[in-house]
């Protein structure tokens, strides 16, 4: 197979709607190269049999630590976090360490303490809510989308009240896209960010540890599998990992699913007279414009051959779960949005040994705030024309950068069906 080199599949210039690229790439081939905007290259899988298939490969690795010597030489590993302080997480490790990190952890994401959580959720669903009656134009992103999953995350930690705005500051910062402060202050300041969060962290675990609650740190602190417990620097990464990623995907899924139900005033009807459809709502919306649009890089550890192309040891590999989940190979029709399709088939959450922690807790939370807008906010409208929202430029996450609205008549809380 002769494997010509893209140019990047992760340029500006399909921020806005990456779809059509991706379906040439897709019907071109299962397994594309690909060079970045950085001069870096990567292997890109964009069919779902394929990729399905990638994800759960035991030769795959997430570990940098097996990737080639030029990509770590281009500092790709971490670019966010400090290595001097983040340990090996369940993000980036394999095998019998993955295996013991994601037993400690995998019980307080588990779907039934989750759903436990679902009457909290439902309440600041509905406080943000309570927020937008009255007003003419509101930003869904700011009004909304950012704040419901910062407050789910402050509410497990137990962050106090005073503390909040300062940890929403920390990890707005290390996420957010800052193209006017430069690539080397924007640099500064995120490392700044994950030092002072990190700071932070350690004292929740340590205050948890004095005096153990009820909370999302005690339990991580608490949780031991055969005698084996988190140590400290585990704890901390573990803790970073999950609420930075639980953060950025959930706000961004929130805006973008809003946006698609806004853009057929007749969805967004459905959902009002029919709130509780939106769980099975968010499947589809899942598949159709899910906030992942890659995952996160792998390496294989030997050979691996995947729809004709060789991928050799260290070569960086990422799957494209936008290309996957409009397979049509997977789903009918799959660049219609259908909030009434049969079971969609996606890979949102990823597939495999490393599928997302966090996939009960942000089913919840999408779930929840869908249902709170679309039960209490009967004429919500988009307040520009959906080609006029601005995009997030990011090769891993799809949010918009706002999402201008008008609320209209906003019922109260007892007037929902």
């Not at 540890?209 to 417990?229: F, I, N, W």
């Amino acid at each position: 197979m002769t494997v010509r080199v893209l140019p990047d599949p992760f340029a500006a210039v399909h921020d806005a709607d990456p779809y059509p690229f991706l379906a040439e790439l897709r019907e071109a081939g299962p397994v594309h190269r690909a060079r970045t905007g950085d001069g870096q290259w990567v292997w890109l899988v964009t069919r779902y049999a394929e990729a399905r298939a990638l994800l759960a490969d035991p030769r795959m690795s997430r570990d940098p630590r097996n990737a080639r010597a030029d990509w770590l030489a281009a500092n790709r590993a971490n670019p966010t976090a400090d290595p001097d302080v983040m340990a090996p997480h369940v993000g980036i490790t394999d095998g019998a360490d993955h295996a013991r990190l994601r037993r400690l952890v995998s019980g307080v994401f588990a779907a039934g303490p989750v759903r436990r959580l679902r009457t909290q959720v439902d309440r600041l669903a509905h406080d943000l809510v309570d927020g937008l009656a009255g007003r003419d134009a509101v930003d869904l992103v700011t009004a909304f989308a950012e704040p419901l999953p910062a407050m789910v995350i402050c509410e497990l930690l137990g962050v106090p009240e005073g503390d909040r705005d300062r940890f929403r500051g920390w990890i707005r910062t290390i996420v957010a896209d800052d193209a006017e402060a430069g690539p080397e202050e924007s640099a500064r300041r995120r490392k700044a960010a994950v030092r002072g969060l990190f700071d932070y962290l350690d004292e929740l675990v340590a205050a948890a540890r004095r005096a153990p609650g009820e909370g999302l740190v005690s339990t991580l602190a608490a949780a031991a599998a055969d005698g084996d417990r988190l140590t400290g620097p585990e704890l901390r990464s573990t803790l970073f990992v999950l609420l930075i990623g639980g953060y950025e995907t959930t706000l961004g899924f929130l805006a973008t699913s809003v946006l698609h139900l806004l853009t057929d005033p007749g969805r967004w009807r459905a959902l009002h007279a029919e709130p509780g459809r939106c769980a099975d709502a968010v499947e589809e919306l899942l598949r159709y414009d899910g906030s992942v649009k890659t995952s996160f890089w792998m390496f294989p550890t030997e050979p691996v051959l995947l729809g004709g192309a060789e991928l050799r040891p260290g070569d960086p590999v990422m799957v494209s779960f936008a290309a996957a989940n409009r397979d049509p190979a997977a789903n009918a029709e799959p660049d219609r949005l259908l909030l009434g399709r049969a079971e969609p088939r996606h890979l949102a959450f990823g597939h495999g040994p490393h599928y997302c922690l966090g996939a009960p807790l942000a089913r919840v939370e999408a779930s929840a705030g869908l249902a709170a807008l679309a039960a209490r906010c009967p004429e919500l409208t988009l307040a520009v024309p959906p080609r006029e929202v601005g995009w997030q430029h990011s090769p891993i996450v799809r949010s918009p950068l706002a999402l201008p609205v008008h609320p209209g008549r906003v019922l109260g809380r007892t007037e929902t069906r």
